[in-house]
C-alpha cells in the first residue's frame, strides 16, 4: 500500500480523492494483490471518469 502511494498501511485515507484511491487500488492490483471483500473501484459507474481504470479495462 505503502509503495502505491498511500500515507499508511491500512489503505484508509479519507483526504483522497476519488481519483487517488482509483490509482492507488489499481497499482495494488498491478502488484498481485487483490481485496479479500471483492471490491472494485473500476466497476462503480462514478460521474467522473477515473484515469486510473482506463488502462485496466
Request: glycine fraction near 8%.
Amino acid at each position: 500500500m505503502l509503495a502505491c502511494g498511500e500515507n499508511n498501511g491500512s489503505g484508509v485515507d479519507p483526504k483522497a480523492s476519488f481519483q487517488e484511491m482509483a490509482q492507488r487500488l489499481v497499482c495494488v492490483k498491478r502488484a498481485g494483490y487483490t481485496r479479500r471483500d471483492g471490491f472494485d473501484i473500476c466497476a462503480l459507474h462514478p460521474k467522473e471518469p477515473l484515469k486510473a481504470c482506463e488502462s485496466v479495462q
